[in-house]
């Protein structure tokens, strides 16, 4: 049987990587993979929006219980086109965190998971709505003068 291990290394943005596949453990083969800048400016870009998310989910879950397809819609409503199979796991790790509390109800024969925010996850809010400020004013108040 095969088994097969990948070890991706990216030093300094380089366009390249080196991709070790390994058979076995005794047979070395050594590929190059072009990562391309394109590639470099999506990933910081969902990374900002995931960051983006994380805010709407702090500051909406600190006004009221939400749960996910409530926060997918309001999500929408903001230009963010969000599956479920990104919003859960990140409501997850949220709330393994210590951001949020969970509370499951039966709502129409169906479970559904209501979210709050902690008092580590308005800490939190409070300083990420401080740190945006700051760089509201810098880059678009600046901009306007």
């Given at each position: 049987?095969?088994?097969?291990?990948?070890?991706?290394?990216?030093?300094?943005?380089?366009?390249?990587?080196i991709?070790?596949?390994?058979?076995?453990?005794?047979?070395?083969?050594?590929?190059?993979?072009?990562?391309?800048?394109?590639?470099?400016?999506?990933?910081?870009?969902?990374?900002?929006?995931?960051a983006?998310?994380?805010?709407?989910?702090?500051?909406h879950?600190?006004?009221?219980?939400?749960?996910?397809?409530?926060?997918?819609?309001?999500?929408?409503?903001?230009?963010?086109?969000?599956?479920?199979?990104?919003?859960?796991?990140?409501?997850?790790?949220?709330?393994?965190?210590?951001?949020?509390?969970?509370?499951?109800?039966?709502?129409?024969?169906?479970?559904?998971?209501?979210?709050?925010?902690?008092?580590?996850?308005?800490?939190?809010?409070?300083?990420?709505?401080?740190?945006?400020?700051?760089?509201?004013?810098?880059?678009?108040?600046?901009?306007?003068?």
């Amino acid at each position: 049987m095969l088994q097969y291990v990948i070890i991706i290394t990216i030093y300094n943005f380089n366009v390249n990587c080196i991709v070790d596949i390994l058979f076995n453990k005794y047979i070395g083969i050594r590929y190059r993979v072009p990562i391309t800048t394109m590639d470099i400016d999506k990933t910081m870009l969902r990374d900002i929006h995931l960051a983006f998310i994380k805010m709407h989910i702090l500051y909406h879950a600190a006004k009221e219980e939400v749960f996910g397809i409530c926060l997918i819609k309001e999500l929408k409503r903001h230009g963010y086109k969000l599956s479920p199979g990104t919003l859960y796991p990140t409501l997850a790790k949220m709330q393994q965190s210590g951001l949020l509390t969970c509370e499951c109800r039966t709502v129409q024969h169906k479970q559904r998971k209501y979210y709050r925010i902690t008092r580590a996850g308005e800490e939190l809010l409070d300083e990420v709505k401080e740190k945006l400020k700051e760089l509201y004013d810098e880059i678009v108040k600046e901009n306007d003068k």
